[in-house]
């Protein structure tokens, strides 16, 4: 039940602070929702890494088929993806989902140190 709940909280928070701070605060939210719900630290990191796969990818792609593709689909040709915007969005998601896992590892092990 504390894994579910630590996917959910890390993803509301990482969502709002994404509204009106930078895109990195998102691993601040993922430290502190480790640091008040403990975990072990491979389920913290993974629910860092879930959250934010899941949030990051959904809201890349709600933005990408906004506008009919048009722009992933050129940076992922000046990338080495071959124009392939659903991979961009992997990609994108995988960048985000690592950043939160990490941070979320680290308010765990912050917690066991404590």
Same mark, same amino acid.
């Given at each position: 039940m504390k894994f579910v709940v630590s996917i959910? &909280?890390?993803?509301?928070?990482? +969502?709002?602070?994404?509204? +009106? &701070?930078?895109?990195?605060?998102?691993?601040?939210?993922?430290?502190?929702?480790?640091l008040l719900l403990p975990q072990k630290p491979g389920m913290a990191f993974l629910s860092g890494f879930i959250a934010l796969f899941l949030l990051w990818g959904a809201l890349a792609? %709600?933005?990408?088929?906004?506008?009919?593709?048009?722009?992933?689909?050129?940076?992922?040709? #000046?990338?080495?993806?071959?124009?392939?915007?659903?991979? &961009?969005? &992997? #990609? %994108?998601?995988?960048?985000g989902a690592l950043v939160a896992g990490m941070a979320a590892l680290a308010g765990s092990c912050l917690k066991r140190t404590v």
């Open positions: 959910l &909280l890390i993803a509301l928070l990482s +969502f709002v602070s994404g509204l +009106f &701070l930078p895109w990195w605060c998102m691993a601040l939210a993922a430290a502190l929702v480790s792609w %709600t933005i990408d088929s906004a506008n009919g593709s048009i722009l992933s689909q050129r940076i992922a040709l #000046i990338l080495p993806l071959g124009g392939s915007s659903v991979l &961009l969005i &992997l #990609i %994108t998601a995988l960048v």
